[in-house]
């Protein structure tokens, strides 16, 4: 079964990026410190990465990240979706208007421009293919950012929440959370490293 998963680096303020963050600038000031365990040689950090790599069957994210990561300082052939893992699944971006010209060419980009869950809608549809051509079953991973994860919680779309949780304070950024709709949560796993907590919740 296709589950909507929610999966994000948060540092203990509750911010996901440092900042300034945009496409000149990356996760802004600081916030490269919260994705040290995904570069990580932590066999905890490293089995977590490679898993949700691995069940990765679309993955949804908003405008300002896509511009973040197709910017010059974003992913590139050694470091993309999944840090050192490379993944590729289907990708698509909830935008106003898709973008004139693009860097990343050699993935498969889906723009949706009719709301996020038309695009979860779209990802499920590309997950499930996916699923059926090879053979397991494959999740629909929404990676960001913050206003992205935060609607799709606000609209009951997301099953499955899992933090990246960063032993860093930022003190300003892009927060996860800013108010909502108040949601009951299952924790279900924690896996602590020396870079993270690694914290899975189901979501009510």
Do not use: C, N
Not at 56 to 68: E, N, T
Not at 91 to 99: N, R
Not at 196 to 204: E, F, Q, S
């Amino acid at each position: 079964m296709t589950r909507i998963i929610a999966d994000i680096s948060v540092s203990l303020d509750g911010f996901v990026t440092g900042p300034g963050a945009g496409p000149d600038s990356g996760l802004g000031a600081g916030g490269e410190a919260l994705h040290t365990w995904a570069f990580s040689d932590d066999p905890d950090d490293r089995r977590i990465l490679r898993e949700a790599t691995a069940r990765s069957g679309a993955v949804v994210l908003g405008r300002h990240l896509f511009d973040v990561v197709d910017g010059p300082h974003g992913w590139d052939d050694a470091t993309g979706y999944g840090a050192r893992e490379v993944g590729r699944p289907a990708f698509v971006v909830v935008t106003s208007a898709p973008p004139e010209s693009m860097r990343l060419t050699g993935l498969d980009w889906t723009f949706v421009t009719t709301g996020l869950p038309d695009a979860v809608a779209a990802a499920r549809a590309r997950a499930e293919a996916a699923s059926s051509a090879g053979g397991k079953d494959l999740d629909v991973v929404l990676m960001g950012g913050g206003a992205t994860i935060g609607t799709a919680l606000d609209a009951g779309l997301v099953d499955e929440l899992s933090l990246h949780l960063a032993p860093v304070v930022l003190g300003s950024g892009t927060p996860l959370f800013t108010g909502g709709v108040r949601r009951t949560l299952v924790q279900r796993t924690v896996v602590p490293t020396s870079t993270a907590t690694h914290l899975t919740y189901d979501v009510r």
